[in-house]
């Protein structure tokens, strides 16, 4: 009976390990899978952000693209009510 005892501590510790092991992959893979969708969101906000920006010349010589420096923005009211409306 002495013996069994430290085999079945032993094996009690072993299966602990397992479960801790199991419990940090599943974390690790969590976080993984966040920080995929936080960079997803990321890229989307910021093709957005570019999508507006690449619509008025004014902005994009403030934030220094030198794409429409001879340009300016269409400030009139139709073009007014089409921003509105792309927002």
């Known amino acids: 009976m002495n013996k069994l005892t430290p085999i079945a501590a032993l094996l009690a510790v072993s299966l602990s390990g397992c479960e801790i092991l199991s419990q940090s992959n599943t974390q690790q ?5 966040q920080q995929s969708e936080s960079e997803k969101a990321n890229a989307l906000f910021d093709a957005i952000f570019m ?3 690449m619509r ?3 902005y994009q010589t403030y934030l220094g693209i030198k794409d ?5 923005d269409d ?4 073009n007014t009510l089409k921003e509105l409306a792309h927002n």
């Open 75 to 78: 400030m009139s009211e139709a």
């Open 56 to 58: 008025s010349p004014i």
């Open 68 to 72: 429409d420096y001879d340009k300016w």
């Open 29 to 33: 893979v969590t976080a993984e899978v």
């Open 51 to 53: 999508e507006g920006v």
